[in-house]
């Protein structure tokens, strides 16, 4: 009986809580036409207007779209939380229903006008008709616009692939100077809890701050970028380098082979065609400097342009007559043989050698243009090899 007598009374205890507490959609319409009643949204928040508004800002990073160094384009997505009071629009929950919070379209009340000042094309301002405010009873309103922004950033490209790049997010209160709104920034930096890491751009460091400039007030978002560089180094760099000092080992096909030229300039095309690669992916500018990579390609140009020239001299010397005698400075220079003073036995054969008479013999029969060629293939190879190792050395001693 007692557990019977019992149920009721909760019963009665939860319909009267119910209906003290509980509201419906009516009960909120009226509380939204009692507030935009006679409401301005021309004029900003705050009743005492000797002072400024406060407005909190915090910065949230989502993703980074898209970094297009050639024309500058930087796109993320994130979203600005902004709170601020405004005493307007504030109620007592007790006369309506105890609502203490509801939901009502920005365009229908005061908000802060944050304008991207550095955009890629259109300059637009911060938030979209999407997106909704909630408003406290005390007057308090939290704004979370999310959106795309494109800004411009010109990328340092002197060390790329492994570049650091600094981009920035610029917004400025036009409408209102620092006598009229207060923008704090809540960290002062980027909050990344719900960020998606980018496969090309790794975040260093990041910033959030605000300034006064010409009186305006100036929210600065940075965002400290490193490349992601092994997917350079693999489908750029080392195909590049591989193939450059292929060019080296021209010297090595026998001159008989008839396409050593051939092969000398298909191998400068495809430098050339890396050069091309490289360049559009560049932006068209001088400063701060240009790519080191660039610089490093060019030399392989020049070096392989170099490599083709001596390929075809060397391919001259071989279809020299072997009737046409080689002169005396290249037989000293190149043809004189020491190997038979190893070989002497007597005093005979010391004087022969001091006299010179059996190494002018051993000089004579033994150089040939051909052997001058082979000689002078050898030389080249192991100088182009050394220049492109070089080069190469130099190269990652900057950038890295």
Known sequence: MNSLSFTPKLLSLFCIFYSVYSYNVTDEDLLLKDLLTNYNKELRAGNDRDYPVNVSVSFHLFAIKEFVEASSKFTVNGLFRTLWKDDRLSWNPLEYKNITRIIISQHKIWIPDLVIVNPYKDVVGLGNKLVNIFLESDGSCSWTPIQSFEVICDADVTNYPFDKQYCMLKFHAYSFGEEWMNITIRNSKVILSNYEESGLWKIEDTTCFSQ?????????????????????????????????????????????????????????????????????????????????????????????????????????????????????????????????????????????????????EEALESCSWNYIARLFDRFCFFCSLSIYATQIIIYFAIVL
């Open 212 to 360: 006064t400039t010409n009186r305006f007030l100036e929210i600065n978002i940075g965002l400290h970028l490193q490349r992601r560089s092994i997917y350079y180094i693999v489908g750029l760099i080392l195909p590049m380098v591989l193939v450059s000092t292929l060019q080296s080992f021209v010297f090595l096909l026998p001159n008989t082979v008839g396409e050593r030229v051939g092969f000398s300039v298909t191998v400068l095309l495809a430098s050339v065609v890396f050069l091309t690669i490289i360049q559009e992916k560049l932006p068209e500018s001088s400063e701060p400097h240009i790519s080191i990579l660039g610089i490093l390609l060019l030399g392989f140009i020049a070096e392989g342009a170099l490599v083709t020239l001596c390929v075809i001299l060397s391919t001259n010397i071989h279809q020299f007559e072997e009737t046409k005698p080689v002169p005396n400075w290249l037989n000293v220079l190149l043809c004189f043989k020491t190997e038979k003073v190893g070989d002497m036995n007597s005093a005979e054969d010391v004087l022969k050698v001091a006299s010179g008479e059996d190494l002018k």
